[in-house]
């Protein structure tokens, strides 16, 4: 393998791939390998542009943290995350539909029963919403002791853990054997991806904007089903139609609506008057998943 050039070298990098023992490895690389360099080739890489390009993945890893993941928000901004639910998450007709995970979920959030109060220790007030609902099966049935794990941005658009406090607006709330859950939150406002780190300056480099729509992220899992990764948006939203990240299903948009009325706000435990977002959540059951779905889905929800 001497001597090789801009036609012969894809193949001999292909080629010394082939020795790798796990198939899928070597499947992956190969096609791997064979795009970059089809990039390369296409756009006819100078060796300046490329070192350019590596100053900005090095600056991505240096970004990363304990709490920050650059990575996960620069595949995010590029549709890659969206493209890789898109390919793993072919919706069972009737089932709640899956979105991007994003880099702010954090194991190990408080558990709540029927009723939480995920305002509990807010710094920030917003407006008062009390969500409830049920998780179903695709069918309709309802799913017994449902997890629902949630969380959101606080009033400034900021996450908890993009700041050195404790958790907020976020729980592990569970249903109970009706299916049926229920906790106060705040109504969640539109905000911004992080711009303050390399993947900012990519966006601001294409002249495209960095917010997302109002949304509260949410896991829901339960035995025997397929756990999904999903949002609930706020009607209304004036970024629905431009997410960032490319997230938006419209099977994914919930209505607020308001309350006034004193004894029901006194018996949920609501200041008068109040937001209420009511919404079902439906579970596919877990029969035919893939394996390697199986294990990416026990690690968001273990
Ligand atoms: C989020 O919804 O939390 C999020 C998703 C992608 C990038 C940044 C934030
Ligand atoms: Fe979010």
């Given at each position: 393998?001497?001597?090789?050039?801009?036609?012969?070298?894809?193949?001999a990098?292909?080629?010394?791939?082939?020795?790798a023992?796990d198939?899928?490895?070597?499947?992956?690389?190969t096609?791997?390998?064979k795009h970059?360099?089809a990039?390369?080739?296409?756009?006819?890489?100078?060796?300046e542009?490329?070192?350019?390009?590596?100053?900005?993945?090095?600056?991505?890893?240096?970004?990363c943290?304990?709490?920050?993941?650059?990575?996960?928000?620069?595949?995010?901004?590029?549709?890659l995350?969206m493209?890789?639910?898109?390919?793993n998450?072919?919706?069972?007709?009737?089932a709640?539909?899956?979105?991007?995970?994003?880099?702010?979920?954090?194991?190990?959030?408080?558990?709540?029963?029927?009723?939480?109060?995920?305002?509990?220790?807010?710094t920030?007030?917003?407006?008062?919403v009390w969500?409830?609902?049920?998780?179903l099966?695709?069918d309709?049935?309802?799913?017994?002791?449902?997890?629902?794990?949630?969380?959101?941005?606080?009033?400034?658009?900021i996450?908890?853990?993009?700041?050195?406090?404790?958790?907020e607006?976020?729980?592990?709330?569970?249903?109970?054997?009706?299916?049926?859950?229920a906790?106060?939150?705040y109504?969640?406002?539109?905000?911004?991806?992080?711009?303050?780190?390399?993947?900012?300056d990519?966006?601001?480099?294409?002249?495209?904007?960095?917010?997302?729509?109002?949304?509260?992220?949410?896991?829901?899992?339960?035995?025997?089903?397929?756990?999904v990764?999903?949002?609930?948006?706020?009607e209304?939203?004036?970024?629905?139609?431009?997410?960032?990240?490319?997230?938006v299903?419209?099977s994914?948009?919930?209505?607020?609506?308001?309350?006034?009325?004193?004894?029901?706000?006194k018996?949920?435990g609501?200041?008068?008057?109040?937001?209420?977002?009511?919404?079902?959540?439906?579970?596919?059951?877990?029969?035919?998943?893939?394996?390697?779905?199986?294990?990416a889905?026990?690690?968001?929800?273990a």
């Open positions: 393998m001497r001597q090789l050039n801009e036609d012969t070298l894809t193949q990098v292909v080629e010394r791939l082939q020795k023992k198939a899928r490895f070597r499947e992956i690389m096609s791997a390998v970059l360099h990039f390369a080739r296409e756009v006819h890489l100078t060796e542009e490329w070192f350019e390009g590596i100053k900005f993945l090095t600056a991505v890893g240096q970004k943290d304990d709490k920050r993941q650059e990575f996960i928000l620069l595949s995010d901004i590029l549709g995350s493209m890789i639910v898109a390919l998450n072919k919706t069972v007709p009737g709640t539909e899956a979105t991007v995970l994003g880099p702010f979920f954090a194991h190990g959030a408080k558990e709540y029963g029927y009723g939480a109060d995920l305002r509990q220790g807010a920030m007030k917003g407006e008062d969500v409830s609902g049920r998780v099966s695709v309709g049935k309802p799913v017994p002791n449902a997890a629902l794990d949630i969380w959101q941005a606080k009033a400034d658009g996450y908890d853990l993009q700041t050195d406090g404790e958790f607006l976020r729980g592990r709330v569970k249903a109970n054997a009706n299916g049926e859950y906790f106060a939150s109504k969640p406002k539109f905000y911004s991806v992080p711009v303050d780190g390399p993947v900012g990519l966006i601001r480099a294409t002249g495209n904007h960095h917010m997302r729509p109002a949304h509260m992220h949410a896991i829901v899992s339960a035995p025997g089903y397929q756990p990764i999903t949002h609930v948006f706020v209304g939203d004036p970024y629905l139609d431009g997410d960032a990240v490319f997230a299903k419209d994914l948009i919930g209505r607020y609506t308001k309350v006034n009325d004193a004894a029901q706000a018996k949920l609501m200041p008068n008057p109040f937001l209420k977002l009511e919404w079902d959540f439906r579970l596919a059951p877990d029969e035919g998943i893939k394996a390697r779905k199986k294990i889905a026990s690690d968001a929800v």
